[in-house]
């Protein structure tokens, strides 16, 4: 296992640079912006070396799969993000690990989510996932909720038992007027946040970037990364 410790410290410490240039370029400091690394596809064992080597937050997208190793890794000083299109049948299992859901996208699915953690007895953080190819009030082709419908859907949850409004996230879009501008998505994102952040001051996570585009997200503004094949790998398959 020492070959791939030593490659996953290789990667973080490139990502690490990364982060810390954009945030030199940005005149922003390095504590304003949160490592997030993509797990999935990758086992537990990744998992571990990855907490080893200092990181504090995971993200998955597949209930199937997070569960598991989420589970094999509950000894980890670790939170655990969920980024993935949430089905409400999985609700009840992405609540027992998750302390952030990143991708809250519809009325139906704060209803469930605040139910099952209110069940559970805990308090989930929730981000609102902002599809930013969708039109005004339609939902993204990845999931998420179109601008005119987030302040409606952080009002809902920031009312709901069990749930704590975080803040916003997205995917810098592949088709509709952001297609390769990545920045420009992002700062629409931050424009997002302030608007937000006037209702509920709290709900500051902007968490955007991924590994082709994290230095557009941080200059920006995002507080929070999401970052996989940079420091894991290309994934062996479509995740
Ligand atoms: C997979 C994934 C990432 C990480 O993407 P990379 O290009 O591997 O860095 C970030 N955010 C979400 C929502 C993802 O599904």
Redesign the pocket.
């Known amino acids: 296992m020492t070959d791939r410790r030593d490659a996953l410290a290789g990667n973080l410490a490139k990502v690490e640079e990364r982060i810390t240039a954009a945030c030199v370029a940005a005149g922003r400091k390095r504590e304003e912006v949160t490592l997030i690394v ?1 797990t ?1 596809t990758y086992p537990a064992s990744d998992v571990r070396i990855l907490s080893e080597l200092g990181v504090r937050h995971v ?1 998955e ?1 597949r209930d199937q799969d997070a569960a598991p190793k989420a589970a094999a890794c509950s000894d980890l000083p670790l939170a655990w993000h969920f ?2 299109q949430l089905q409400t049948n999985k609700v009840r299992s992405v609540v027992g690990y998750a302390d952030v859901v ?2 809250v996208d519809r009325s139906r699915l704060v209803t469930t989510l605040s139910k099952e953690a209110v069940r559970a007895g805990r308090e989930v953080g929730c981000l609102i996932q902002v599809a930013l190819d969708a039109g005004e009030s339609a939902r993204g082709e ?1 999931g998420g909720v179109a601008p005119g419908g987030v302040e409606e859907l952080a009002d809902l949850v920031a009312g709901s038992p069990g749930l704590r409004l975080d803040g916003l ?1 997205t ?1 810098a879009p592949l088709t509709g007027e952001y297609a390769g501008r990545q920045q420009a998505a992002f700062e629409r994102l931050m424009d997002l946040s302030t608007h937000l952040r006037r209702a509920h001051p709290t709900a500051n996570m902007v968490s955007a970037g ?3 585009d ?1 230095e557009q997200a941080v200059a920006a503004g995002a507080t929070h990364v ?7 790998g290309v ?1 062996p398959r479509l ?1």
């Open positions: 993509v999935k993200a997208n980024v993935g990143q991708s990845r996230m995917v991924m590994s082709a994290l999401r970052v996989g094949t940079a420091v894991l994934r995740g």
